[in-house]
């Protein structure tokens, strides 16, 4: 079997490249299996536009947020499926100078695709939000799984269930050979498992483990809670919560360390009872040392690439970076380069 890519890894970043390439009317193959880390699966797939500790615009978010809902749509459509949930996310402020501050903010152009409202008072009993908040729009949650069932359901001729083992790659010519399929280019989207593969595993990596509960707590607001913690309704009192962000422990699976500082942050923001657990999963996200995605081509060998790198946040970035890498693989386009590997050449 002839084909134009070969892509390593069927989690969100191989399927979106994957549907920028068929797109573009080229043959490819997706091999994927479930037994490997799956990142895609166990994250809640939130898109945020503002992050972290200090609530700032997360990097290039007036690029990246644009593309998100319409790709997704645009998926939604061709599978006749349905997994984008766009809704409000609600930030508490934590001091009334971030209030002021968010006031502030609240004026300027660059926040207004990204502000619904400001509130300076608490929207609930049970929410700890004496300072009001901030309620986000151009916000919402991917039900991943969901979506790459869909996608893979629809475009199955694409995917095949194997483990890939990179010892059986060879380069005869100008081809990649895997078994019987022969292709000009192979692109490396399996997730951490990049990390130990003999072409990229070189590049600065730096995996995260994170660990996420589904649980059952009354109050269910229309919006999404977040400070600390996320709280997700998924329907019918379940909400799902997390995460946690660790260096170590990658090995160990879910962890009674993780899921009580769930509840305790979650307790710090909800306070109402948790009626039951009903699950706790654990994933490694391909996060890199500087946090930026890693895009691009190997310094010394011809059609091997890497597209790979979202971290925590592979729902945002996904959409506007497959479409930058299939311009780089189709019309030779430049990549930008915060994202290019060529940025750590020196490590390869
Ligand atoms: C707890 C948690 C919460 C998260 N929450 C969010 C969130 O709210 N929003 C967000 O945007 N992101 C979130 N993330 C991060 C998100 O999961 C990643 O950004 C994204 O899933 C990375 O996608 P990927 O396709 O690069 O990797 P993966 O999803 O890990 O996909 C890699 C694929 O390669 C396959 N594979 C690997 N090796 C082989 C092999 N040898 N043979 C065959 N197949 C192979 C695997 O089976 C897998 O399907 C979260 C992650 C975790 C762990």
Redesign the pocket.
Known sequence: MKIDFLL?????????LGYRLIQAGKRILI??????????????????PVTGRKMVKTWFADRLFPEIEPFYRQLEKETGSSFLRPETIYRPFISIEEQNEWMGNSSEASFEPYIRELVTESQADTINDPYGGVMLKNSG??D?PTF?DAFRQKFSKYFLD?????ENLEQKGNVWVYGELEADSVIY??????ASSKYFGNLPFAP?????LELQQEFCPNYIVNRGV?RVHLGDGIHRV???YTWHDLDLGPTERAKNELLERLQGLVDLPVQKIISH???????TKDRKPFLGKHPRLEGVYI????????????PFFSKMMSSYLLESEPLMMEVDIARYFDYI
Not at 35 to 47: D, P
Not at 281 to 287: D, F, H, M, Q, V
């Open positions: 390593i890894g069927g989690g969100i970043a191989g399927t979106a091999i994927d299996q479930a037994s490997q880390n799956q990142s895609s699966r166990i994250a809640a797939g939130l898109y945020n949650w991917l991943i790459l194997h483990k890939f083992e990179e989207c399996n997730g951490v498992s990049a995260v483990k994170g660990e996420i996320f997390g995460s946690t999963k654990s994933g490694i996200r391909p996060a597209f790979n790198g979202f971290g925590a946040k592979g729902v945002s970035l996904v």
